[in-house]
T-cell receptor, first 115, second 114 residues
């Protein structure tokens, strides 16, 4: 079965320090991978995606993610965390169907950045 | 603002009742997806519609049903409600054919079953 896993429920980091939010996946074929962010009482917002090409993908708000095929991972990173980055982060994998796409999401990781 | 509109934002009802959640996708998007978000289950894919037809099913209960109308808005019907149905229900839409997989989410409808 195609799935995505986020092994950490919560990640705590001090402002200015680098952050990593982990994601591993299991899919057949080439993976299409995504990161979304959810702020309190809001819907999910797209951050970045990997479809093909460079293993390091850059996205919104200074975030980037590294695709590692051998480790089946797609970890989200940021060189210097901000307090405003505190939110719930979801990794997702695209599942193909007849007419388009559906995304299967991980359980989410709460990122807490302290000042 | 994602361009996806969901109503109502909040809904409180009793067990055994039936409710309808409404979603208007972004202009031009033909696909609509419904997701349920709860603390214990996380974000669960329920169902997808494309141009009025059901295209994919996820973890949707038999007590739940959905449809997409000719104007492309969608409704999610939840019946015989149970306490465990309390959750945040999200609608998302996508540009079919772009193959990017990016979904645009509404702000959700929070359902509380008492």
């Amino acid at each position: 079965a195609q799935s995505v896993a986020q092994p950490e429920d919560q990640v705590n980091v001090a402002e200015g320090n680098p952050l990593t939010v982990k994601c591993t996946y299991s899919v057949s074929g080439n993976p299409y991978l995504f990161w979304y962010v959810q702020y309190p009482n809001r819907g999910l917002q797209f951050l970045l995606k990997y479809i093909t090409g460079d293993n390091l993908v850059k996205g919104s708000y200074g975030f980037e993610a590294e695709f590692n095929k051998s480790q089946t991972s797609f970890h989200l990173k940021k060189p210097s965390a901000l307090v405003s980055d505190s939110a719930l982060y979801f990794c997702a994998v695209r599942v193909l169907n007849q007419a388009g796409t559906a995304l299967i999401f991980g359980k989410g990781t709460t990122l807490s950045v302290s000042s | 603002d994602s361009g996806v509109t969901q109503t109502p934002k909040h809904l409180i009802t009793a067990t055994g009742q039936r409710v309808t959640l409404r979603c208007s996708p972004r202009s031009g998007d033909l696909s609509v997806y419904w997701y349920q978000q709860s603390l214990d289950q996380g974000l669960q894919f329920l169902i997808q519609y494309y141009n009025g037809e059901e295209r994919a099913k996820g973890n949707i209960l038999e007590r739940f049903s959905a449809q997409q109308f000719p104007d492309l808005h969608s409704e999610l019907n939840l019946s015989s409600l149970e306490l465990g149905d309390s959750a945040l229900y999200f609608c998302a839409s996508s540009v079919v054919g772009s193959n990017t997989g990016e979904l645009f989410f509404g702000e959700g409808s929070r359902l509380t079953v008492l």
